[in-house]
């Protein structure tokens, strides 16, 4: 029987919580925006990202998360995992990385870089 399921994953440099994802059931329609839907929430990591879906494709992912499989976490959805290195293959949290300004391409939002603390770069938002 599906349920909710919850998951800190800390961050490499200083223990501090690099994500907070919270996988949620549909709940009782009118209980708050989007809560008749099945959805994945990423908490913790430049504000709060929600992936909605099926419960079964949506717990796939989270127990990538969950073993730290963050490649094919990645392949199903890079902006979910953002916080996490691809390079040094580390978790960081948000203080830890530096966060640059975002780009714009034709006055309409692009991407935003960060660099992770071992000072690799990567879009950590698109």
Same mark, same amino acid.
Not at 15 to 42: H, K, M, N, T, Y
Not at 78 to 91: G, P
């Given at each position: 029987?599906?349920? @909710? ?6 961050? =490499? ?8 994802? @919270?996988? &949620? ?33 949506? &717990?796939? &992912? ?9 490649? =094919? ?54």
């Amino acid at each position: 029987m599906p349920s @909710s399921h919850h998951l800190t994953l800390p961050c =490499a440099r200083c223990g501090r919580a690099a994500a907070e994802i @919270s996988l &949620l059931l549909a709940s009782v329609q009118g209980a708050g925006p989007f809560s008749d839907r099945d959805r994945l929430e990423r908490a913790d990591f430049m504000g709060t990202v929600t992936k909605f879906g099926a419960y079964a494709h949506l &717990l796939a &992912l989270f127990e990538w998360l969950a073993r730290q499989d963050f490649a =094919a976490a990645r392949g199903e959805d890079a902006d979910f995992v953002a916080f996490h290195c691809r390079v040094c293959n580390q978790a960081y949290c948000e203080k830890c990385w530096q966060i640059g300004a975002p780009v714009f391409d034709e006055g309409f939002y692009d991407y935003t870089l960060g660099t992770c603390p071992a000072g690799h770069e990567q879009i950590v938002d698109d």
